[in-house]
């Protein structure tokens, strides 16, 4: 007879469902899960009666907001419990007290996700990609606990508390002195767990083989600390005093805080842990100097300084016996120096990334950095560098290595002069938007393998497009050369840019008519023609573009109808329309990729809450559809209605005729209508005053006639009647009739 006993039981889900927040803020499934593997309702009681379990592990299963099973205190041989992220809905009270053996305990009720609705995509200078954390929690369940007496588990190694609601335990003075008997602990999570004021340093002197501490913003006397992550914690002012105490600390988090005390840090930092390898400071309000002595600290190869209000000159020559691998002080006050500029730095300085925005740099682009051959990013961005590009900029000096950036150069927005280099080699993104540079766009700028975001907006560039910029297999995302004096037509070949999402050719000189064969890139998110002197009927591409979210074509010559197929019908899947711009913004995605939009140096200009903004992050909801200032004729499309997902309408200065599509009411995020300037009759829909959120509207100067529409929200608009002048059969308007009731 068998007279085996079962000492492990592992009900883990094996498969449990990834998620991520989108930029919308929705919680989404990355996983590619097509059944669910978690268990589903409440515990059986005869997993109880295994009482010889030494490991019992329930993570990540949907016990449906179940209490914490009673039973639990008879498995006293426990010495590993997992519970964590499955969905129980309890206060913690005395369920594990009996469970002296234990030595890993983890209740967290919530797990830690990519984070993507915090990003926000600069498209106006300096050019740059922010973000506040890229991880939150989402929560699987909820527990609390009252106080933390049931913590009398004195073998205890590892103690995961993630998400428990402690916040009315640690209203005593004292709340966590169990956690200090816990002389035995090694890893100690309490992240997101609602604790009141401070950490007690006090109580946790006895935790001296502590080796991991994820906690609020306070810090333990543990002499073992290695990693201490308190990114963004709301911590204000100085840093305790108790902080020279980790000796041993090599990865230190104290960004998106409130910290002031500058001083304290970097002394404290410089004398008491040549054992750092990762600070990161950003996002705080440090004043006053960077100390010379940071840079140099033994082991220190990642420094983040960002978003601070230091303020003072730091020259280049103190990088040269550093180990910094990634830098990146942009936008932190810091004016970087350069200084000697013929003598090469050592060969321990060869970072991977040199983020200098806002730096208040000067004078020509250093000769050494053509030695810095690790290099993937260097971003010089909104400075006052001055000369010519220098011939090697971009070629090999810059190596294509393995990274998940794409190899990335800006100089937008600087002082400087002359032609566009022609050689180029190993660069996937290149930015020198608002450069001054002059000449036209070198050939060989389309044949860098792997190119896919080039931006030369706002510069005196002249001459033909590149017909090198599509060749076959390209993978170019981004093109801007707007704002130039670009000239000649759009060539046909820019139809192989099959991966492009962002086309800007605006405010150039460009003629001819848009090709037909553009409408093959079907991926383009982002079309902006406006401002040239293209001529021809209206852009039959534009049909085929079912992620456009952006559309301005204002300032051409275009002429004849705006096409019936490309805004009517049901819309069926096998017909290629504007379906981006039919859905709301809770229906779309951010606005391009990552890095293809990251140093695009654009400017996007929309009027919407009646002002004119230069938006500094576009999402999908900022889509558009702007035809103004052409030559278009006919009448507006009865089923434009179905772009119901698009926040401004203009089609402005044009010769449309007809009347006011009644369905124009149905476009439920219109926020700005602008119909101003065309030959519009009859009366004015009634159904446009339940556009709720509409703020800007013009209909002046056409043929309407009849009443104003009234409504509560509607009658704020323009009391002044500025929206409705030159028409002069309209009632109520400052030069139109004076109708009476009847």
Known sequence: MCSGRVVVVNLRNPHPDKVMINVNKEVVSSSNNASDFDLKGNISPLLFTLDHIQHLDLSFNNFMFSKLPVEISNLTKLTYLNLSNSMFQDSITTQFSNLTSLRFLDLSCANLVPDLSSITVSLTLPPKLDSGSLLSFISYGYLSSPNLRWLGLRRLRYLVLTDVDLSKSSESFHWDKPISSLSNLISLQLSNCNILGRIPTAQLLNLTNLVTIMVPPSLSNSTSLTVFLADGCSIEGSIPPSITKLKKLRILMLN?????????????????????????????????????????????????????????????????????????????????????????????????????????????IPKFFSNLTSLVILILANNSLSGAIPYWFYTSNIQLKSSPYPTTISLADNNLQGPIPSKFENVNVIDSSLT???????????????????????????????????????VLQVLDLSNNSMSGTIRRNLSNCKSLIYLNLGENKLTGTVPKELERVTSLRYLDLNGNEFEGSFPTAIQKFQDLEMLNLAGNRFEGRIPKNNLSGPLPENLDGLKMMTKTQNQTTIFGYFYSLKFTGAQLEIVTKRQTQFLVSVYSYNTGFDVSSNALTGKIPEKIGLLNGIPFLNLSHNNLTGLIPKTIGKMISL??????????????????????????????????????????????????GTAYVGNKYLCGTPDGMNCSNN
């Open 256 to 364: 998106d805080n409130d910290i002031t005390d500058y001083k304290g840090i970097f002394q404290y930092l410089s004398v008491k842990i040549p054992s750092l390898e990762y600070l990161n400071l950003n996002w705080n309000d440090l004043t006053g100097r960077l100390p010379s002595y940071i840079l140099q600290l033994p082991k220190l190869s990642c420094l983040y300084v960002q978003k601070n209000n230091l303020n003072v000159d730091t020259p280049l020559s103190l990088f040269r016996k550093s180990r910094l691998d990634p830098i990146s002080f942009g936008v932190s006050g810091l004016s970087v120096e350069i200084n000697d500029q013929d003598q090469s730095l050592v060969q321990t300085f060869q970072p991977e990334i040199l983020e200098f925005t806002s730096c208040n740099m000067r004078g020509e």
């Open 436 to 474: 001054n540079l002059v000449g036209s766009i070198p050939t060989q700028i389309g044949e860098v393998h792997g190119i896919r975001s080039v931006s030369l907006s706002g510069n005196k560039i002249h001459g033909p497009i590149p017909e090198s910029l599509c060749q076959a297999a390209n």
């Open 671 to 720: 926020e700005s209508l602008d119909l101003s300037y065309n030959q519009l009759t009859g009366e004015i829909p009634v159904r446009l005053t339940l556009l709720n959120f509409l703020a800007y509207l013009n209909l002046s100067y056409n043929n309407l006639s009849g009443r104003i529409p009234t409504n509560p929200q509607f009658d704020t608009l323009y009391q002044d």
